[in-house]
């Protein structure tokens, strides 16, 4: 059973840049695809970036792409996504996720865990 925690969250203004961090423990991350999701107020989840077991394949979603970047360290068991460029719009709580699979998907049913999510707010 691999438990997600994710931190790094917080305040920012509109071009920050913010790098949120999700910890596992109870299992080697490296043996996992891992993802970042985010949820805003009153919308479903969202697929932002996801990357394969060996760190080296990473997938993006449109909105994020250029401006998002994905990236783990399983001597650590920690994966990250940096932030640039931050808008409004990124506002919501991120969340890690892992799943078995070999590659990353779009979809939240396709991971087996979840952390509780950390908050982002883009203020202008």
């Known amino acids: 059973q691999v438990q997600l925690e994710e931190s790094g969250g917080g305040l920012v203004q509109v071009g920050d840049s913010l790098r949120v961090s999700c910890a596992a423990s109870g299992g080697a991350v490296s043996m996992y695809t891992m993802a970042w999701f985010r949820q805003a107020s009153g919308k479903e989840r969202e697929f932002l970036a996801a990357?394969?077991?060996?760190?080296?394949?990473?997938s993006y979603a449109d909105s994020v792409r250029g401006r998002f970047t994905i990236s783990r360290d399983n001597a650590k068991n920690s994966v990250y996504l940096q932030m640039n460029s931050l808008k409004p719009g990124d506002t919501a709580v991120y969340y890690c996720?892992?799943?078995?699979?070999?590659?990353?998907?779009?979809?939240?049913?396709?991971?087996?865990?979840w952390g509780q999510g950390t908050q982002v707010t883009v203020s202008s």
């Open positions: 990357i394969n077991w060996s760190g080296p394949t990473a």
């Open positions: 996720a892992a799943r078995r699979g070999v590659s990353g998907s779009p979809l939240p049913g396709a991971y087996n865990y």
